[in-house]
């Protein structure tokens, strides 16, 4: 199931861009390397982490217009 979020563009509700992330971001099993409480209770391997934090970096990348500009140098998800 394929599901869309629009981008975030600066001019529109950052919070509920947040709230729709959040949720694709646990939806696509993403959101474990941007947990500090899931690595505390269930630790992943340093691959899979990195793997995972990739995948929800660039999936926020995506998920950006223009002001994508304004974080292009953050490194991990949590960053952006």
Same mark, same amino acid.
């Given at each position: 199931? %394929?599901?869309?979020?629009?981008?975030?563009?600066? %001019?529109?509700?950052?919070?509920?861009?947040?709230?729709?992330?959040?949720?694709?971001?646990?939806?696509?099993?993403?959101?474990?390397?941007?947990?500090?409480?899931? %690595?505390?209770?269930?630790?992943?391997?340093?691959?899979?982490?990195?793997?995972?934090?990739?995948?929800?970096?660039?999936?926020?990348?995506?998920?950006?217009?223009?002001?994508?500009?304004?974080?292009?140098?953050?490194?991990?998800?949590?960053?952006?």
């Amino acid at each position: 199931m %394929k599901y869309k979020i629009n981008k975030f563009n600066g %001019k529109n509700n950052l919070s509920l861009w947040r709230i729709k992330m959040h949720a694709l971001l646990t939806h696509q099993g993403f959101l474990k390397a941007l947990s500090e409480k899931d %690595k505390l209770q269930n630790p992943i391997s340093d691959e899979l982490k990195d793997d995972l934090e990739a995948k929800a970096h660039s999936t926020i990348q995506l998920c950006l217009s223009d002001v994508l500009r304004e974080i292009a140098e953050e490194e991990t998800a949590a960053d952006i």
